[in-house]
């Protein structure tokens, strides 16, 4: 948005393209001395989206001078193996949280992504969006920035202030030309048992801002346990699809139930090598006093862990999240068909993903090619108080004067406009949904 008071002869507005979409980032900033991309992420969603990650980037990508990781997330990050596999060879700024967790996130999604095409071809030879020897080159090219910290990015500077709700998360400010732009992807909640709350909102001429979740339910693991409950008195086993790098709120509230007897010492199998090295790397944090981490906080991990699917009543956490891709399908065809069995949605669902036709109350599920029946029982939990809910999210954004103009992103259009219209609403501000591929002036 052009600024009315911007005098003639100033150089030329930076310009911003929105090129991602519902849970993925990729925000182009073009400024007179650099081309920056804010965010790297894979499409989330119905078959026509995912299938945009197969595509090579567009040319404007492989111009790039630098790519900002707002945290690990494949949203955040997940295209940037096939973006260097195509030949892009710039430097990668992320946090230090973000650089340590980063290889565990795409190695684990890589070896599902491999494991779900070798099982399943639907027309012609399918491959995964990259391979795990993709990771190295990526992790070759990271720049790690400590929070708080200017960094020159050509004639842009680069600062990361903490986000919260993940480890390494970040909010972006990269200024330019004069002018000033702020990236803030979902932001931590104030309570996070983990994490510090995310820093004050720095001043910025733009705002680009994911919209929040619903807000966290404080009897989930109360409902958590009881869902746990039905199915042991079944004699089933329960599957929790989770992002397997990121399990350690739900295995610290799982080692709590069960020290607390809520629920039953059931065998837990995290399906993930990886997975376990993500616990490890927040131990580390802690242990190394990290500034984004509270110091009263634990990673407790259950004693009950297992790498083979056992013949009892088991809690089994697999990944994605979204059950569209990885090691969870499985785990949901085998289970799914009898009802004796449970599945447990944590978060969100994203309109579109298998997780979300379970939400809906789909009675068969389409796995590696085939109808899958779905007899056990589906229990919807809602999210785990991670993240900033829609009243913690606006108190953040409007605790700084307004910027020119805020668009809001990462989501579906629906929760995305209601956000805008609180923005509009509670502080007058310029709030705008971007349309895909939309170009604006900062």
Known sequence: MLSATRRAGSCPDPVLTFL?????????L??????????CGLFAGPDALWRRNFSPGPDELHALDA????????????FLPQLVAEGWHGPVFATPGTAALLPLVLSDAANQFEE??????????????????????????????????????DGAKLE???????????????????RSVVFAGPLGAAGHPLLCPPDPRPHSDVLVLAAPQPPGDSHLPGRFAAAVHRAVRRGGSVV???????AELLL???????????????PILLDSPEGLAGVETHRRALAERWSELRQDGRVGVPDRLVEQVPDRPSIIVAGLETADSGRVLGHLARLLPDPRNGVLLLGHPEPGTRTAQLADGVRQLKIHGHYVPVRAEVTALGTTGAFAGPAEALAWATATPAPEAAFVVEVEPE??????????????????????????LC
């Open 20 to 28: 991602g979409g519902a849970g993925c980032a990729r925000y182009l």
């Open 30 to 39: 073009e400024t007179p001395d650099s081309k920056l991309l804010v965010g």
């Open 67 to 78: 790519v900002i990781l707002p945290s690990a997330g494949l949203g955040h990050a997940g």
């Open 116 to 153: 779900d095409t070798s099982r399943w071809r639907p027309s012609g030879p399918a491959v995964p969006p990259f391979r795990a020897e993709d990771v190295a080159p990526v992790m070759a090219l990271m720049r790690p920035v400590e929070f708080g910290t200017l960094c020159r990015v």
């Open 160 to 178: 990361f202030g903490r986000a919260g709700g993940r480890l390494g998360a970040a909010w972006v400010r990269i200024r330019a030309a004069g």
């Open 240 to 246: 929790v699809p989770a992002a397997t790098v990121g």
């Open 252 to 266: 610290t509230m799982v080692r709590d139930l069960m020290d607390a007897q809520e629920i039953p010492p059931l």
């Open 415 to 440: 929760p995305a406009h209601a956000f805008a219209r609180a923005l509009h609403a509670e502080a007058g501000w310029c709030a705008v949904v971007p349309e895909d591929g939309e170009r604006v």
